[in-house]
């Protein structure tokens, strides 16, 4: 690749970058196709660093490149914890000379702020987890029947907002983490929840975004966005009928702070995961009907969205309402069903 002007080789593997010249890379393509190499400084260059490797079985992988560069590179990080023996040490001194960013508060649009009620338990008696666990299923088929204010916002808190700490023992230590139900790495919690709201009794059609910290979603623009949702979620539009739906979207910054390995690219998407997990299992034991993915039309997405930097990105997707049980829209089914 060109980085800086320089044309530089990267070995992925073992997370190395070499400035290096035509001549180095002729000789390179020379090698691997077999060519005998006279034994001159630029072999014993190549060599010295480890770019002359022996051929190795052919390794069975389906998806292209780019997708192996990111599963290698990403394997085996440099500065792991366990390389001085003593695990949290060496976390210790790792922590110790960094900092993380700022706190950015952009979206949250002081003066379209909506507070939202408080956090209802009673919605949620008489349901228990592995029914809960039961009922869980994904469901393409929604019908226009609103929900609830109270239902709303409790299931937006529970899903997503930060809750009081369980770390009362550390209370003498400056604590960076946060805590809500599901887990981050480092409990930095990179996600933030920008809110397409079509019918939810006392909230006006519009895109919001959620702070978890104020339980209060704040306006970004107003109006009926069904169509910008569908192109957003590369026209499937069995979603067209969701009283709402919620996109993940990441800001790396909150990660790679502390994790400044790509690996920390990883723990997002796990993140995402968790996010989504507790969502659609909270929905599921308000009796709501949920449906996830990942299928985003990035460029569109961030367009609407309104998210232009590099650093953050809309990465998962997941709504819920009422409607029928039914994985497969009867759509879908009509069109498998001609077919056969």
């Known amino acids: 690749m060109i980085k800086d002007g320089t044309l530089v080789l990267w070995d992925y593997e073992h997370h190395q970058q070499y400035s290096i010249s035509p001549e180095y890379i002729s000789r390179l393509l020379k090698i691997d196709q077999g060519e005998d190499s006279p034994k001159d400084k630029i072999f014993n260059d190549l060599q010295d660093a480890g770019l002359i490797n022996t051929p190795s079985l052919e390794i069975h992988w389906e998806w292209d490149d780019l997708s192996w560069i990111y599963h290698v590179g990403t394997k085996n990080p440099p500065l792991l914890e366990h390389e001085d023996g ?89 604590l960076l983490g946060r805590h809500k139900v599901s887990p981050s790495a480092g409990g930095l919690h990179p996600l933030d929840f920008y809110i397409l709201v079509h019918r939810v009794e006392g909230i006006e059609p519009g895109l919001y975004v959620y702070d978890p910290e104020e339980h209060t979603l704040y306006l970004q623009k107003s ?111 009509d069109k498998i069903l001609t077919k056969s």
Not at 101 to 116: E, M, N
Not at 135 to 162: C, I
Not at 261 to 281: C, E, I, K, M, P
Request: proline letters at 7%; glycine letters at 4%; charged letters at 20%.
């Open 223 to 333: 109006g009926n966005f069904k169509d910008e949702m569908i192109a957003c979620l590369t026209k499937q539009d069995f979603c067209e009928n969701l009283p709402f739906g919620i996109f993940f979207v990441a800001d790396f910054r909150r990660v790679w702070w502390k994790y400044v390995h790509s690996r920390g690219y990883r723990h997002v998407l796990l993140d995402a995961g968790h996010q989504s997990q507790t969502f659609l299992l909270i929905a599921t034991a308000l009796n709501l009907l949920t449906w996830p993915t990942g299928a985003i039309d990035d460029e569109y997405a961030e367009s609407f969205l309104n998210v232009k930097e590099p650093y953050r990105s809309p990465i998962f997707f997941v709504g819920a309402g009422q409607g029928q049980p039914k994985p497969l829209h009867s759509t879908m089914i």
């Open 86 to 174: 003593n695990w949290f040490d060496t976390y210790l001194k790792d922590c110790s000379d960094k900092t993380p960013p700022q706190k950015d508060d952009s979206v949250y649009l002081k003066d379209t702020a909506i507070a939202l009620p408080p956090f209802d338990p009673s919605l949620f008696e008489g349901k228990s987890f592995l029914e809960t666990l039961d009922q869980r299923q994904t469901s393409r088929e929604f019908n226009s029947d609103p929900v609830s204010l109270n239902l709303f916002s409790s299931l937006l808190y529970k899903s997503f907002a930060f809750m009081p700490s369980p770390w009362q023992h550390l209370k003498d230590m400056d």
